[in-house]
């Protein structure tokens, strides 16, 4: 649930009176909008009608205008990715002509086999992967032939053309050859819609089939009650 509410949180900037159609769900997790992730600890968790309800709101809220956009194809995308120990999350976006980043599309999944074992997936190949997989695998049809900036709070994946990689490494950053990117690093603080998604991955998801008003089938990625 408090992955879901970071990112819900994330764009409350969009959401006229965010705090109030939120506040059952931040009563679940003993905490407020503005309380930190210290104080959200140690709450009860009592589903209610008015939590179903709120939760029902934002979901839909976020999967639908003034939030979510459409693609504008042709123009310059931004690409939030983040990886964390349940599974990696994306985020689509585009600036609207109100000059605010809107998401396009979210992407979300559990990490699978080999990609659990720490030993083998350091924080620097398991963030590559995330950018590997949301660029060339999940949003690959919106990026060909776009400029992209990447955005991810791993600070040597800005620098990735000089570091050393090895063979997985280096078979990854070959998907990327047919893209126009420029990744940069960007705080974790500021990175909340795809670290959200990382930590409620699709596979954990009981909501399917989500089809977006603006007709952008983003499939299960928002995420469902997560913890």
């Given amino acids: 649930m408090r992955s879901f509410l ?10 006229p009176g965010f705090a109030r159609v939120a506040a ?10 503005r309380k930190t992730k210290k104080e959200l600890k140690g709450g009860s968790f009592e589903w209610s009608p008015g939590a179903d309800e709120a939760f029902t709101t934002l979901k839909e809220l976020l999967t639908s205008p003034p939030i979510l956009a459409y ?11 983040d990886a964390s120990l349940r599974g990696l999350g994306a985020c689509l976006s585009q600036v609207g002509t109100d000059g605010q980043l809107h998401p396009v599309a979210y992407a979300s999944r559990g990490l ?21 997989w ?29 570091a050393k990689l090895g063979a997985t490494e280096q078979r990854w950053v070959s998907q990327l050859a047919p893209f126009d990117l420029t ?22 998801v009981n909501i399917s089939g ?16 997560c913890g």
């Fill in 6 to 15: 970071g990112l819900a949180a994330y764009y409350r900037r969009f959401v």
């Fill in 24 to 33: 059952p769900l931040y009563n679940l997790v003993g905490g407020s909008p």
């Fill in 71 to 81: 693609p504008r194809f042709g123009e310059d995308f931004v690409v939030e990715v």
């Fill in 112 to 132: 699978r086999g080999a990609e659990k074992n720490y030993s083998d997936f350091s924080s620097f190949k398991i963030e590559l992967l995330a950018l590997k």
């Fill in 134 to 162: 949301a660029v060339a695998d999940k949003f690959r049809e919106y990026l060909i032939g776009s400029k992209c900036t990447v955005l991810t709070d791993n600070n040597p994946l800005a620098y990735i053309q000089t």
């Fill in 183 to 204: 990744i940069k690093y960007r705080p974790g603080k500021q990175n909340r819609c795809a670290d959200a998604l990382s930590r409620c991955p699709d596979n954990e």
């Fill in 210 to 225: 989500l089809a977006v008003k603006a007709e952008i089938s983003i499939g299960s990625s928002v995420p469902s009650r």
